[in-house]
């Protein structure tokens, strides 16, 4: 695990230790590093994913740690009674959830003329309703613990030229507007609401469906700083959003991007 791996590198958050966190799509991907790098620092994780092989990979590569073991529920965040389950499942095992990742997404093309409203509709599903309800899922136990730490992963396509996926891009705006209400409507309870916004990051399905030489070509022109984002760049952002060092950031847009311009 790189974040394992690195830690005497990077920060360890005392206020960390022992807090309980639910993280949906943390089977593989970006979700699998935040899982990862918050058990390193010693918070009980709960994740929540269709992939249940990616699930057991992970669960068996942080077996091989000494961190807290964390907790897998196979849940699809489109059925929103289910994610409700979920939740619930990771409360009962780990304990009350103060920090809530909303990660989860779709990020498949599809054409602007060929999209129907049963694709949009699912599309929104996938990648915005969820981070709504699994919010409103967690707040009454966070009210109880005095306050929380929810970080909404934007995306980067919502702020530059992408093309060929509109239904995600409208999905990720969404969640902007949607951290800032939210992070207002909570303030007076303790808990923050922010929205994490990664470049292109290469994990194994960026690597195997997008990255060509001509979209890594065209990232070279954009990006300010040339090396490419890892997944663990991204996880230290929700480490220090999760943690009491960033106490009085709420609303903000957080963005790992390399300098994208
Ligand atoms: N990788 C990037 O370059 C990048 C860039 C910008 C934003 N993001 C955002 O970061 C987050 C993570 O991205 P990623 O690249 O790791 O994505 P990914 O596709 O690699 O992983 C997403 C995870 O969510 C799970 N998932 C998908 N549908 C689900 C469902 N219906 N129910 C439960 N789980 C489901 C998948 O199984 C997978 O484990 C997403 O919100 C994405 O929009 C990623």
Not at 4 to 14: G, H, I, K, L, S
Not at 33 to 38: D, G, L, P, R, T
Not at 77 to 88: E, M, N, Q, S, W
Not at 148 to 154: A, D, F, Q, V
Request: proline share 4%; hydrophobic share 45%.
């Amino acid at each position: 695990m790189t974040v394992t791996q690195d830690e005497r590198r990077y920060a360890v958050y005392p206020s960390l230790r022992d807090r309980v966190a639910f993280v949906s799509g943390g089977a593989t991907g970006l979700g699998s590093e935040f899982v990862s790098a918050m058990a390193a620092q010693g918070v009980r994780v709960g994740f929540a994913d269709i992939d249940v092989a990616g699930a057991e990979r992970l669960l068996d590569r942080l077996s091989r740690t000494d961190c807290p073991k964390p907790l897998f529920v196979e849940a699809d965040v489109r059925d929103i009674a289910r994610l409700r389950t979920a939740i619930a499942e990771v409360t009962d095992g780990l304990g009350p959830i103060s920090i809530l990742v909303n990660n989860a997404a779709n990020d498949e093309r599809h054409d602007s003329q060929a999209v129907d409203e049963a694709y949009w509709d699912n599309a929104i599903a996938v990648n915005l309703k969820h981070h709504f309800f699994a919010t409103q899922t967690v707040v009454p136990g966070m009210r109880a613990l005095g306050g929380g730490s929810i970080i909404n992963l934007g995306s980067v396509s919502a702020h530059t030229d992408f093309v060929g996926l509109p239904a995600y891009v409208t999905a990720k705006a969404g969640i902007e507007g949607l951290t800032r209400t939210l992070a207002r409507e909570l303030g007076p309870d303790r808990i923050r609401v922010n929205c994490l916004i990664p470049g292109w990051i290469f994990t194994e399905r960026q690597l195997a469906q997008f990255v060509t030489p001509e979209t890594l070509a065209k990232l070279d022109q954009v990006q300010s700083l040339k090396d490419n984002i890892t997944p663990a760049d991204v996880a230290r952002m929700v480490l220090w959003l999760a943690a009491d060092d960033s106490a009085m950031c709420t609303g903000q847009k957080w963005i790992v991007d390399g300098g994208w311009m």
